[in-house]
């Protein structure tokens, strides 16, 4: 049974269809590239699966439960968290705190706990900074130094990481990544490949990656799903997909040998 | 800017200009004969003549500030060809003040502009003529431009040494009412007098020139040993760290319990009312500062406050249900959550300046409603509602301001404390990540819905504590007490401060409540004052005076990092998650 | 699991349903209740409608500015309403002189250009320093701050004519041309209404040809999409900027003297017509021009009928101390439930 398993989702704003009838799934421990032309849908697919955009047509099933009608926090709650096309970190909240509102949906303590602090409340708190901390540390030792600055001081690559390590704190299964190579030099790119690989193997997250960088999904994916006018046109692995006439000529417009 | 178009005369003409305009707007508008009053050095100047003074030493200071040459290096000190043109800018300003007043002697311009009336001319050609008048301005306002220039002859620390023993002069004297009776009965107590010190509504010659040298000394021989104290205690391990603050706060908080012993009654009245701002503040601190909403009608939690409790508690109501305070208080704060969540609920999803106005617009209909004949007999309309009787503890009454000023203490420590609480929780940063980017926090499992909610409840509490307690302090409730000037003072005492920060709040509501009820020339001016402080603050320090660390980098990183992070409004309004992928 | 209802009927557009009928049901009963009280007869009516739609004509004409500002700034400009009375009370002391000296006994007509005249100057000059002072170098703040400063720049400039001008308020003198009635469809009608609405009219036309003809209206309107690219395109946005708001200035300079006509000045009369305003520019849509100018008419003769329409039947008494909170009510209600106005898009701003 897959982690993820989407069946004829379909999404229409006005007269434009983003998502047409796609099916889509991710099985424990894999990775999947999603690729296509701008416009083709991937975002939209990530908004509607995370509960952002209610579908117009379809099911969508995680870890067997339904996510119809579920808005973003039960998504979250669920096992799903993602990152931003145009990284969204809180900037005005330290590293730290940023990894620690990751555990929002995994913890209780409301107002009267915030005001008296009692034992449960204390060492809730000691858990959701441990914890934090734990997710900052998968990067070695790029964010935990920087834990008590403010996130808007880091790097961009760092900024990038942080942004996965708050997802990761969610306590997530699997991780959406919207172009996590986004604004990154080679070496950097090499990084994020080996990074989610550990993802993977490490912590066995089964993580959806959105991507334009052919090399980064080549180097990651086990799989490879191509979008394009909202219809999902391939399904394989990368060389598979790569060569498929529909998903080339969705890319260049015409039989053109592809110089990925 | 093109670097060689930052000339020296160029700048004396528009900070002389500017100079100018300010003073014969501070006299147009009234402020100039109003501030003759008060005395700031007896016999010597008056704050009325201080505006000039004070604006003129700006302007000159202004122009002789060094800057940025081509090398890129600001040097610390000016040249001394710079005190000339800080003399010109004085002259400017000077001329245009003689300008105001020459026209002001020739035409009768009282038809229209009020103030401008035969005594401001008098006072302000200082019985002389108005030729004289223009002389002694001109003369005085080089001098005055030089003064200001010439502090760039001096190394930092002389120069700030002087500014500052300047600067807590004057505001020494203006805090005579606050610090006479203080000094006097501390001073008493080693046989001392004030006399000296304090003449005529403000200092004395001779207390003038102690103060100043005073602060001059003690400023320059401990600022460099207050630095070394700090450097070390930032060395030293966390725990004793913590030790030292709290027991600052211990220290602080003795004072103020011993404070009423040191004052008159009224004072403890006017702490009263700065408390009852504090806790009002802390409130709205919580619905604007931690959750990012902008609530413009943050009265109507006050009047629900007070009228709640007037009508469980009052003599002389028409219910006659004259409740005991033990069950009003609970009641009364439960009313003010229950409304508190009906104002949220429709307003959840509003954008920040919509929010705003819709809350305006609330704050409006509860101020109506409580002064309308139809509501009358339940809110007894515009007379209000009277008989509210003070609270007793045993035998002890509640009544008299000393009283009223420890109740209001500890209820301002404990909604300080609640604060604080909240702010260093799960819930604070639930808060904070819903006011930074609230489709992000949906993400993270907050409750957007929830956490809206919960601020406006906590908001409402607390804005109704402050109105038990007003509801007390006056024994009566007015329906004009509650219009929109209440809620946007507390608006503007946490911007003042600084949004977020709790010492900000605090801060603020000392000095745009407790100032005003001390300096009655400027009550009047008060809102004038308030108008211009946003204003300056939005556009200079928006962060306001005390901020919290984070709202400081918060609102001069967004400037620069407009690039990298699309611009996300405070409080709801954001990037629609759509893009085109 | 979550109760997925189909996407016609989300649970919110079934609140503002039966909310609506509610309210159609309230005011069909209240209304009922006061004609049958025979308290008010037709004239009587009629005389509320038209002096409603003098009234709605002045809101229009303030209206315009703030959605004009807001169009292309997106900011609630919260001063506009102080604008409105900077002109009203100033052109109040040129009436004055001309009313003391004769002149305006002798010559109405020019006296009453030239009235007019200052006060839209004087109001388009505080607009303009309003921007060059306040706004200008708030463009990219967060949206907190400039409405702040908003606030800010209300409460001094409120308080700066008060300090100027004194704190009362003065009636305008008497315009012999413009008092009596002008017989309309054998209906008589207040001459310094109709004047109201037919200036208001003009300047409503002359305001959209502008901003549909003209080189400087398309520039603006240019400006209100995109910034960036409107320079690109050789559009001077400083300058447009300050034109939008010295249009807004004048417009509002202009209902600022009628406001004295028929009422009064004083210094704090810029702050409810200011809301009302606002409100009746959201009404018909923010940033929508003719949604400004309809807004407003829709909003003032709602607040001149409504209170006497809808309260009288239940006894309320004195129903026209409540004026003010139908017009706040009906703010509410827009923005809460049509925050893009009767004719702008539904642009809720949920995700």
């Not at chain 1, 391939?234 to 998903?247: C, I, M, Q």
Request: hydrophobic content about 50%.
């Amino acid at each position: 049974m897959s982690l993820l398993e989407v069946t004829g989702l379909t999404k229409r704003f006005g007269g434009l269809t983003a998502v047409d009838s796609v099916d889509f799934h991710v099985d424990q421990g894999e990775i999947v590239g999603v690729i296509g032309p701008n416009g083709a849908g991937k975002t939209t697919l990530f908004n509607i699966v995370t509960g952002f955009y209610d579908p117009d047509e379809g099911e969508m099933r995680f870890d067997e439960k339904s996510l119809l009608g579920l808005k973003p926090n039960q998504v979250t709650k669920l096992g799903i968290a993602r990152t931003f096309q145009a990284i969204r970190l809180f900037p005005a909240m330290t590293v730290l705190e940023n990894a620690m509102v990751g555990q929002h949906c995994r913890t209780r303590a409301g107002l009267l706990g915030a005001v008296f602090r009692g034992p449960r409340t204390r060492a809730e708190e000691r858990q959701i900074e441990e914890r934090a901390r734990d997710a900052l540390g998968f990067f070695g030792n790029r964010l935990i130094p920087n834990a008590d600055e403010l996130a808007s001081s880091l790097s961009y690559a760092d900024r990038r990481r942080l942004e996965i390590a708050r997802a990761m704190s969610t306590g997530a299964k699997l991780l959406l990544l919207d172009e996590p190579a986004a604004g990154m030099n080679p070496s950097e790119k090499e990084g994020l490949v080996k990074l989610i690989g550990r993802l993977r193997d490490e912590r066995n997250y089964a993580v959806v990656l959105i991507e334009h960088d052919m090399p980064v999904v080549k180097n990651v994916s086990d799989r490879v799903v191509a979008l394009d006018y909202g219809k999902k046109i391939a399904d394989g692995t990368y060389s598979e997909v790569a060569s498929n006439e529909r998903v080339i000529e969705a890319y260049l417009g015409a039989r053109h040998e592809e110089s990925a | 800017m093109d670097k060689k178009k930052i000339s020296l005369p160029r700048l004396a003409l528009k900070f002389g200009l500017i100079a100018g305009v300010v003073i014969v707007y501070c006299a147009v508008v009234g402020m100039t004969e109003r501030f003759t009053g008060r005395t700031i050095v007896n016999e010597v100047i008056s704050l009325g003549d201080f505006l000039f003074v004070a604006f003129v030493l700006v302007a000159g200071y202004s122009v002789a500030k060094p800057r940025a040459l081509p090398g890129d290096l600001v040097p610390d000190r000016a040249r001394p060809p710079a005190v000339a043109y800080g003399a010109l800018a004085g002259v400017i300003a000077g001329l245009v003040t003689a300008l105001f007043l020459v026209v002001a002697n020739s035409v009768n311009l009282r038809l229209v502009l009020v103030s401008v009336t035969q005594s401001l001319i008098d006072k302000m050609s200082y019985g002389g003529s108005v030729r004289s008048a223009l002389v002694f301005m001109t003369v005085g306002g080089a001098l005055l431009g030089a003064i200001g220039a010439s502090l760039w002859l001096l190394r930092e620390r002389a120069r700030n040494t002087l500014i500052i023993a300047f600067v807590t002069t004057i505001l020494f004297s203006l805090g005579e009412p606050l610090l006479r009776p203080i000094l006097t009965t501390l001073l008493l107590k080693v046989r001392l007098t004030t006399t000296w010190l304090f003449f005529g509504g403000g200092l004395s010659r001779v207390g003038a020139v102690v103060v100043f040298v005073t602060t001059a000394l003690i400023y320059y021989f401990w600022k460099q040993r207050g630095g070394e104290f700090r450097g070390r205690v930032q060395e030293l391990p966390e725990r004793q760290r913590k030790g030292i603050r709290i027991g600052a706060v211990v220290l602080l908080i003795a004072f103020l319990l011993y404070l009423p012993n040191l004052l008159t009654s009224f004072l403890a009245e006017v702490l009263g009312t700065v408390g009852l701002y504090i806790i009002l503040g802390l409130g709205l601190n919580i619905v604007i500062g931690y959750a990012g909403l902008l609530d413009l009608g943050y009265v109507a939690f006050l009047a629900v406050g007070s009228y709640t409790t007037a009508i469980l508690i009052s003599t002389r109501h028409p219910f006659e249900l004259e409740w005991s305070y033990w069950m009003s208080i609970p009641v009364t704060i439960l009313v003010a959550i229950v409304i508190g969540i009906m104002i949220g609920a429709p307003v959840l999803r509003l954008r920040g300046d919509y929010l705003a106005i819709v809350t305006l617009g609330f704050g409006e209909i509860a101020r109506i409603i409580v002064i309308s004949d139809w509501a009358r007999p339940v809110l007894g309309g515009a007379q209000g509602i009277l008989g509210i009787r003070a609270p007793a503890i045993g035998d002890l009454e509640i009544r008299d301001p000393e009283k009223l000023y420890y109740a209001i203490l500890i209820c301002v420590l404990l909604v300080a404390f609640i604060s604080i609480r909240l702010a260093a929780s799960r819930v604070g940063r639930a808060w904070n990540a819903m006011r930074e980017d609230e489709q992000v926090a949906e993400a993270m499992g907050i409750s957007i819905i929830g956490y809206k909610l919960l601020a406006f409840a906590t908001g409402a509490a607390l804005g109704s504590i402050s109105g038990i307690f007003f509801a007390i302090k006056l024994g009566s409730v007015f329906s004009n007490s509650f219009n929109i000037i209440v809620s946007i003072n507390v608006l503007a005492l946490i911007i003042l401060g600084g949004m977020g920060s709790i010492p900000g709040v605090i801060a603020g509501a000392f000095v745009l409540v407790g100032l005003p009820d001390l300096l009655r020339e400027f009550a009047d001016f008060r809102l004038l004052i308030y108008g211009a402080i946003l204003v300056a603050l939005m556009l200079f320090k928006p962060e306001g005076l005390i901020p919290s660390k984070r709202r400081k980098r918060e609102l001069h990183e967004r400037e620069s990092e407009e690039e990298q992070y699309e611009d996300r409004a405070g409080g709801g309004g954001t990037e629609p998650v759509i893009t085109t992928s | 699991m979550r109760f997925a209802l189909p996407e016609r009927l989300s649970l919110q557009k079934i609140i503002q349903l039966v909310l609506g009928l509610l309210l159609a049901v309230i005011v069909l009963v209240s209304s009922m209740k006061t004609i049958n009280t025979g308290n008010f007869s037709g004239s009587q009516w009629r005389n509320l409608v038209v002096s409603g739609i003098a009234l709605g004509s002045m809101y229009a004409l303030i209206a315009m500015g703030y959605t004009l500002v807001y169009g292309i700034l997106f900011i609630i400009n919260f001063a506009h309403g102080e604008v409105f009375m900077a002109g009203g009370y100033t052109a109040f002391f040129v009436a004055r002189a001309f009313s003391d000296s004769g002149f305006l006994a002798d010559n109405p007509i020019i006296s009453l250009i030239v009235v007019f005249a200052v006060g839209m100057l004087v109001s388009m000059m505080i607009a303009i320093t309003l921007e060059r002072v306040a706004y200008r170098r708030l463009r990219g703040a967060p949206r907190l701050v400039p409405l702040i400063t908003a606030v800010g720049a209300s409460l001094f400039l409120q308080n700066t004519f008060r300090g100027l001008y004194g704190a009362q308020v003065r009636a305008y003198p008497e315009v012999e041309v413009l008092s009596g009635t002008v017989s309309i469809f054998g209906m008589p009608v207040g001459k310094l209404s109709l004047l109201t609405i037919l200036l208001a009219a003009a300047l409503m036309f002359t305001l959209f040809t502008f901003i549909t003809k003209t080189k400087t209206g398309r520039a603006m309107r240019a400006v209100g999409e995109d910034k960036e690219i409107a320079s690109l395109m050789g559009i001077d946005v400083d300058r447009t900027i300050v034109r939008t708001f010295a249009i807004g200035g004048l417009l509002a300079g202009a209902a600022g003297v009628l406001w004295g006509l028929i009422f009064q000045v004083g210094f704090f009369m810029g702050f409810f017509p200011g809301i009302k305003a606002f409100t009746a520019a959201v009404l018909g849509g923010i940033g929508n021009v003719v949604g400004a100018g309809l807004g407003g008419l829709t909003l003032g003769v709602l607040e001149s009928v409504a209170p006497n329409l809808l309260l009288t039947g239940w006894d309320v008494p004195s129903p026209n101390q409540l004026t003010d909170v139908i017009a706040f009510t009906v703010l509410v209600f827009v923005l809460i439930f049509k925050p893009g106005g009767i004719l702008g898009s539904d642009e809720a701003e949920k995700v």
